[in-house]
């Protein structure tokens, strides 16, 4: 279960990345017309809500970890989150591949 909301976490933060990266390079937009209204009022808004929530959501699946009656729905919830961040991360990959817009995350990171 740790593993899991790990990994959701870190996809989290992965998805924010490129998310800013695809915007700043205006090859996307955002979609969320929460994060979209934050990211108007700045990067740091859109990151501090995105992260804080997404932080919150695991630290209530890693408290309920353990009450029996939701026990097997915290597992899915976890799997739910990893897999859809999987498949985000993926479109956002693909996305940048074909729009020739790939090298601005890795140019980014100094790759």
């Not at 933060?13 to 994060?35: K, R």
């Not at 729905?73 to 591949?97: E, N, P």
Request: hydrophobic letters at 60%; charged letters at 5%; aromatic letters at 14%.
């Amino acid at each position: 279960m740790s593993v899991l909301l790990r990994l959701v976490f870190i996809a989290n933060l992965i998805d924010a990345y490129l998310t800013l990266v695809w915007i700043n390079a205006g090859v996307a937009t955002e979609t969320n017309p929460i994060m979209n209204f934050l990211l108007q009022q700045g990067s740091g808004w859109f990151l501090t809500v995105k992260i804080t929530s997404v932080f919150a959501a695991c630290l209530i699946l890693w408290r309920m970890r353990n009450i029996s009656s939701v026990y097997v729905a915290t597992r899915l919830v976890s799997l739910l989150a990893v897999f859809g961040y999987a498949v985000l991360i993926g479109f956002h990959i693909v996305g940048a591949y074909n729009v020739g817009a790939l090298h601005l995350a890795l140019d980014f990171l100094n790759f």
